[in-house]
T-cell receptor, first 114, second 116 residues
Framework: DGGITQSPKYLFRKEGQNVTLSCEQN?????MYWYRQDPGQGLRLIYY???????QKGDIAEGYSVSREKKESFPLTVTSAQKNPTAFYLC?????????????FGPGTRLTVL | GDSVTQMEGPVTLSEEAFLTINCTYT??????LFWYVQYPGEGLQLLLK?????DKGSNKGFEATYRKETTSFHLEKGSVQVSDSAVYFC???????????????FGQGTILTVHP
């Protein structure tokens, strides 16, 4: 089945540690996105990538880093510089041809800093 | 810049009631418009979309019409069910070109709870 997978579903981190969230898609989509969701708020864009080996900062990139070495993979690292990392993280992908290209979402990873 | 505004929630209804969730967007460019639904602990699923003015998106009894004159894309359902309880997000495509192609701007989400 085609889709987007995120792992792990739940992640716990101690303060001062970096942690990497996985996102994989087999939809052959060119573009991938990372969002952060906090209770009572909408989705805020962290980073996005429209093509392999290229990515752009979103609205809240500080304290996060990404890589896009393969088309199907877009891992997100939450660094110790992110002051309030506890949140629900969502990955999405689409074909960004400028039209009505639906973004498809993974199931999310809930990160908790202890 | 691009923005999307949804009616504040939460919305609480009885089963079989009529649902409206308001959504307005900034009138920049010619965006495509979407409604996504999020069930507890899950990612977002596309509910419906519309790509140009006067288009009507529909799915699972939900409908929304792209109204350019009022910059609105209100979500409606004639008879809600308990299983419709979820968070609903309105979104638009980015108006900017270049590396902004494919990006979406989301509203803040509206929590819907349907009681039996």
């Amino acid at each position: 089945d085609g889709g987007i997978t995120q792992s792990p579903k739940y992640l716990f981190r101690k303060e001062g540690q970096n942690v990497t969230l996985s996102c994989e898609q087999n939809l052959n989509h060119d573009a991938m996105y990372w969002y952060r969701q906090d209770p009572g708020q909408g989705l805020r864009l962290i980073y996005y990538s429209q093509i392999v080996n290229d990515f752009q900062k979103g609205d809240i990139a500080e304290g996060y880093s990404v890589s896009r070495e393969k088309k199907e993979s877009f891992p997100l690292t939450v660094t110790s510089a992110q002051k309030n990392p506890t949140a629900f993280y969502l990955c999405a992908s689409n074909f960004p041809n400028g039209g009505a290209d639906t973004q498809y979402f993974g199931p999310g990873t809930r990160l908790t800093v202890l | 810049g691009d923005s999307v505004t949804q009616m504040e929630g939460p919305v609480t209804l009885s089963e079989e009631a009529f649902l409206t969730i308001n959504c307005t967007y900034t009138a920049t460019g010619y965006p495509s418009l979407f409604w996504y639904v999020q069930y507890p602990g899950e990612g977002l699923q596309l509910l419906l979309k519309a790509t140009k003015a006067d288009d009507k998106g529909s799915n699972k009894g939900f409908e929304a019409t792209y109204r350019k004159e009022t910059t609105s894309f209100h979500l409606e359902k004639g008879s809600v069910q308990v299983s419709d309880s979820a968070v609903y997000f309105c979104a638009r495509t980015s108006n900017a070109g270049g590396t902004s192609y494919g990006k979406l701007t989301f509203g803040q989400g509206t929590i819907l709870t349907v009681h039996p």
